[in-house]
């Protein structure tokens, strides 16, 4: 198992910017896709962004798009969130998470191990 922690979270006006960062120990980082989800207050989980192993491949939700970027340090350990042009809809705790393949999905099930999360507020 890996043991991921998440930082960076805070409180941002609507067009700010923030950079979550999660850092990974445990097995071998480099070898799993890793993930960002989101969960607003009163909703389910859902998928954010997703990177492959090597930091060459990514995937993302729609409502994201243009304005996040994922982004992996294999050598740090450490998956990145750079999100911009923030919207008070993406309002919410944002958790990192560890896939069991090397190819990111958007499903939770597929992945093994999660952050305790990091809260994001966007004020409008």
């Known amino acids: 198992q890996v043991q991921l922690v998440e930082s960076g979270g805070g409180l941002v006006q609507a067009g700010g910017s923030l950079r979550l960062s999660c850092a990974a120990s445990?097995?071998?980082?480099?070898?799993?896709?890793m993930g960002w989800f989101r969960q607003a207050p009163g909703k389910e989980r859902r998928f954010v962004m997703g990177?492959?192993?090597?930091?060459?491949?990514?995937n993302y939700a729609d409502s994201v798009k243009g304005r996040f970027t994922i982004s992996r340090d294999n050598a740090k350990n450490t998956v990145y969130l750079q999100m911009d042009g923030l919207k008070p809809e993406d309002t919410a705790v944002y958790y990192c998470a560890a896939s069991k393949f090397a190819f990111p999905t958007t499903r939770g099930p597929d992945y093994v191990s999660w952050g305790q999360g990091t809260q994001v507020t966007v004020s409008s």
């Open positions: 445990g097995r071998t980082f480099s070898n799993g896709a």
């Open positions: 990177i492959d192993w090597s930091g060459g491949s990514t």
